[in-house]
């Protein structure tokens, strides 16, 4: 792994620290391909699919399926980021966008894509997830960057 340097801003003030790129990931999705499944397969595909925090965030949205959609292209991007995909004990409700209290999305890892993020992640250093989510219909667009920086 290369290690590559960034600013860091703390309070106004800029500093240098060294962090690595652990994975990259990215998904793109036709949104009426989610709404297709969501028409055919309901709650089933959303039990199978989704996180509580994801399924309560997106039936509040007036475009629930562009929400839902976001979300699956989020879970994509990010099995690629760790390098597994859905597999090696890595599945979809292991992954779940929230949201920082600044409203910025992230991912939520737990059970295999949490220990996939462990195995990745350099003693000393701890992970950070980059999220980003955009949807210009029909398309639904997610890009992750997985991080390690030194542990404080």
């Known amino acids: 792994m290369k290690r ?20 990259i990931g990215n998904d793109i999705i ?9 028409d055919r397969f309901g709650q089933r595909f959303i039990d199978r699919i989704y996180t509580d925090i994801e399924v309560t965030k997106s039936e509040k949205r007036l475009n ?6 976001k979300r699956y ?7 690629k980021a760790l390098g597994t995909g ?16 600044t409203g910025k999305p992230t991912m939520l890892l737990t059970g295999g894509a949490l220990e996939q993020l462990n195995r990745i992640t350099p003693a000393g250093m701890k992970a950070e997830i980059h999220l980003t989510l955009t949807d210009e219909p029909p398309q639904a667009q997610a890009f992750v960057l997985i991080f390690a920086i ?3």
């Open 86 to 101: 859905f597999r090696k004990g890595v599945f979809w409700r292991d992954m779940g966008v929230i949201n920082l209290p």
């Open 64 to 69: 629930r399926v562009e929400s839902y959609a």
């Open 4 to 23: 590559a340097v960034r600013l860091l801003h703390s309070h106004g003030i800029w500093k240098k620290d060294s962090f690595l790129i652990l994975g």
């Open 150 to 152: 030194p542990e404080k």
């Open 73 to 79: 292209a989020a879970k994509e991007a990010c099995s």
């Open 30 to 38: 036709d949104i009426r391909r989610i709404e297709k499944t969501l």
